[in-house]
């Protein structure tokens, strides 16, 4: 088995689980890991970060093993204790590090540790939302998170999601007006790369490395605002049968709106959900504007499923040198998901 087809098997799970996910139900949150081993049958093989020969039986056999894993659990593949501690220790236990310690390992032990040590940091509040799946509980933490980052529209959004939980409708929707002209920030981008040091600090391969902090990630936070756009729906039928146009029409308003801002994100699971999101304002509306808008994003949503295809496909093409595949994952943390595929369907395209 090549790289690339290495490649095809753990990549193209992924790329098509950007896809799928609008239509998945959100993910159950995880059970915190207790053992202080890597998990045998889905561990595989550190190698030097020298260039790698092509695979052998038995190298393909533990990428065969990884692809499952991430298939079936949807997350990062973890590190043995060991690994961790080391890794955090070499980075003099910095908030990233304890981050990426927290996620590898699912031990509480390093997020608590965060908090304690860098209580304001909005990288850190924003992932101590995992502690606790209590809505109440999450206010007070995104309360804070607004503080440390006020430009920052997810901490609206995750408000509003927590309040829509508590059945508080006005008020969730008065937060989503606070959204309004923000920037949605999950910090996906930051977290990917400390994971991916983490993995080479660990002796796993650049390749390696690089789809496992990429495609191992769950997208929690913006899959929890997709899960807005199915209230804001409700409240808008509401209103409707309330005879209050002015209402319908402000939410649509800010649905549509945070659906263009999450269709700016560089994952393709964040465009997908903005596309998911505008799509449910314009539902209904018959006017020009909003038919050749739909239409729009309908090109979009099908642009992006038929250059995830054409990726899956080019992973199992033997030509296209492992170092492509490098500038590519840097890439797309660089400029985005998108620009990535782009970039390297411009450089390889379909004989």
């Given amino acids: 088995m090549s790289v690339h087809k290495k490649l095809h098997l753990t990549a193209a799970a992924f790329l098509l689980l950007a896809l799928g996910i609008l239509l998945w139900p959100p993910a159950q949150k995880p059970t915190i890991a207790s053992t202080s081993t890597t998990e045998g049958a889905h561990s595989i093989r550190r190698e030097s970060n020298s260039p790698q020969p092509p695979l052998s039986p038995e190298r393909a056999k533990e990428f065969q093993s990884l692809t499952k894993h991430l298939e079936s659990h949807g997350r990062r593949l973890k590190i043995t204790w060991q690994e961790v501690d080391h890794f955090v220790d070499a980075q003099h236990r910095s908030m990233a590090s304890l981050l990426t310690a927290f996620r590898l390992s699912e031990d509480p032990a390093y997020l608590k540790e965060a908090l304690a040590n860098f209580p304001n940091h909005p990288q850190v509040l924003l992932c101590a939302l995992q502690l ?3 809505p109440a509980k999450r206010l007070e933490l995104l ?40 920037p949605i920030q999950d910090f996906w981008i930051n977290s990917s790369q400390s994971d991916e040091e983490a993995y080479l600090s660990a002796g796993f391969s650049p390749i390696d490395a690089k789809i496992i902090s990429l495609f191992g990630s769950s997208k929690s936070d913006l899959t929890q605002i997709h899960g807005i756009t ?39 699971v964040g465009e997908l959900i903005g596309i998911a999101a505008e799509k449910g304002a314009l539902r209904g509306l018959d006017d020009p504007a909003s038919i050749a808008r739909m239409a729009e994003i309908d090109r979009q949503q099908k642009s992006v499923s038929e250059g995830n295809q054409k990726i899956s496909a080019l992973m199992e093409n033997a030509t296209v040198p492992e170092s492509d595949w490098l500038l590519y994952f840097d890439r797309a943390k660089l400029f985005g998901e998108r620009a990535a595929m782009d970039w390297m369907l411009g450089k390889h395209p379909e004989p």
């Fill in 132 to 134: 606790d799946p209590d």
């Fill in 143 to 182: 309360e804070s998170f607004k503080r440390a980052d006020p430009g920052n529209g997810i901490g609206n959004c995750l408000t509003a999601k927590a309040l829509f939980d508590l059945g508080k409708n006005d008020e969730a929707f008065a937060e989503l007006l606070q959204s309004r002209g923000k």
């Fill in 230 to 268: 199915k209230k804001l729906d409700e409240l808008r039928a509401n209103y409707a049968s309330a005879g209050n146009s002015e209402a319908v029409q402000s939410v649509r308003n800010i649905q549509s709106e945070m659906g263009r801002q999450l269709q700016q994100d560089r994952s393709l």
